[in-house]
């Protein structure tokens, strides 16, 4: 059974339908946690939801203050065990009206405080010789898509970023791994009306839209010692619409 007893872990993007799905996971498996976000009020109301994490506000596209972040959350949880880089964004525009603010933006969030939150992240963890990363891409990031040239880019990114730092970290004793999210029910998706939905679903081979716990589920997985023989890998939770496009490809 999976368990979390005396596991220090960091999750980023909490505030959002899938963060606050990780962290509940994690509370219910006995995990110490600490949640980060940009949105003080969000963070505040998440505290009051899971009254036993501890919150630190922080904007991760501050580069140069992401040492000292990891430095005051392993301070806050005594360690760090688990890292889960849930945080990101999108700027959506179709290429040849991508400004390249647009696309640095997305890139510089989504890709590269990613790595450079993992990079500090490993340097505590190799002093415990023990750790487990879990970075949150996108089927976008294996399929593209219609004016997301930049969030595509950046969660490819994260894949290849996750693959070879698994190769450099696999005999410290670190896994990382990525979970890959399709459809997601959430406030977004609630407002999409519904024949779009339907055209949307219908691209699923499941037919219906996935919800935060079924990514928080996979992120539990990868986490913990039941998988720690699995490193550079991905798990698609996206009700089989990734592998239904690949044969669209093919045929």
């Not at 004016?147 to 290849?160: D, E, F, H, M």
């Amino acid at each position: 059974m999976i368990n979390f007893k005396n596991k220090k872990i960091l999750v980023t993007g909490a505030t959002g339908g899938i963060g606050g799905e990780i962290i509940k996971k994690f509370l219910s498996l006995d995990g110490k946690v600490v949640a980060t976000g940009t949105n003080i009020e969000k963070l505040d109301l998440l505290k009051k939801t899971f009254p036993n994490i501890d919150i630190i506000k922080f904007d991760i596209s501050e580069h140069s203050k992401i040492e000292e972040f990891i430095d005051n959350a392993t301070t806050q949880l005594s360690g760090l065990d688990i890292l889960v880089n849930n945080a990101g964004t999108n700027i959506d525009n179709l290429s040849l009206r991508m400004k390249n603010e647009e696309w640095g933006k997305v890139i510089a969030i989504n890709l590269t405080s990613t790595f450079l939150i993992t990079k500090h992240a490993i340097k505590k963890m190799l002093k415990n010789k023990y750790g487990r990363i879990v970075n949150i891409t996108s089927v976008v990031g294996h399929t593209g898509n219609v004016g997301q040239a930049n969030y595509a880019a950046s969660k490819a990114g994260i894949i290849g970023m996750t693959k070879s730092l698994a190769i450099e970290y696999a005999k410290k004793n670190i896994t990382l791994n990525c979970v890959s999210p399709g459809f997601i029910q959430s406030r977004m998706t609630d407002n999409i009306v519904e024949s779009v939905k339907a055209v949307l679903t219908s691209r699923i081979p499941m037919s219906r839209l996935g919800n935060g716990e079924d990514v928080a589920n996979s992120v539990a997985f990868l986490s913990s010692e039941q998988a720690s023989y699995i490193t550079g890998e991905t798990i698609h939770v996206n009700g089989g619409m990734y592998m239904a496009w690949q044969k669209l490809l093919i045929n």
